[in-house]
């Protein structure tokens, strides 16, 4: 009974574990959605055309995954193992061709470049989602308290982070429109023969 009960917990933890993972994930490449364009340009895998389309799918499909993982809905499960599987092909893709480009796994083109840690990774998801797919009899339900807490514990950080980036792209954006207007004011200036404050 104290196996089954250890096992049991495992389960859960596990399942926390791995959907809050996709979920971070699904949130931080939400932020970055530009960044993650030049990560998935950099794999050399995706049709150029279809870059912008897989970045911004690929985030809600990570989203979905981690949601549906923690509910118990076994597609989330599959979905992981086809996710964890293609980000390692993808790795091991890159590291036999020699490229140097951006994992982006947290959505950022200035992370981790691909290395044998970034495939180790994705077998990780691999391996954990085998172990749910083949427990998934087994697994008991996963109290309320649980889930919610997992969730908050990913949830909250990639909200932060995920405000801080857009208020970063905000400011960004406020700045080059501000270099815009002097550089305009500038130009107008030298034309009419005036000298610029």
């Known amino acids: 009974m104290a196996v089954t009960s250890f096992a049991s917990g495992g389960l859960g933890v596990l399942t926390v574990w791995i ?85 982006g796994c947290a959505g950022t083109s200035n992370g981790d470049a691909v290395s044998a840690v970034t495939v180790a990774r994705a077998m990780s998801i691999v391996i954990v989602c085998s172990v749910l797919w083949a427990f998934r009899e087994e697994a008991p339900p996963i109290p309320l308290v649980v889930i919610v807490a997992g969730g908050a514990t990913s949830i909250v950080p990639s909200l932060w982070t995920l405000r801080s980036r857009l208020q970063r792209r905000a400011e960004r954006q406020q700045a080059d429109k501000l270099m815009e207007h002097q550089i305009e004011a500038a130009v107008q200036a030298l034309a009419s023969g005036t000298s610029p404050n």
């Open 19 to 103: 959907g809050t993972l996709f979920i971070h994930s699904g949130t931080m490449k939400l932020a970055g959605t530009e960044d993650l364009e030049l990560a998935v340009r950099g794999y050399r895998l995706v049709p150029p055309r279809l870059v912008r389309l897989v970045s911004l799918i690929l985030p809600w499909i990570e989203i979905a995954t981690g949601v549906f993982v923690i509910c118990g809905v076994a597609t989330g499960i599959l979905s992981g193992i086809i996710l964890g599987l293609c980000f390692a092909a993808g790795g091991i893709s890159v590291l036999r061709r020699g490229f140097r480009t951006p994992c």
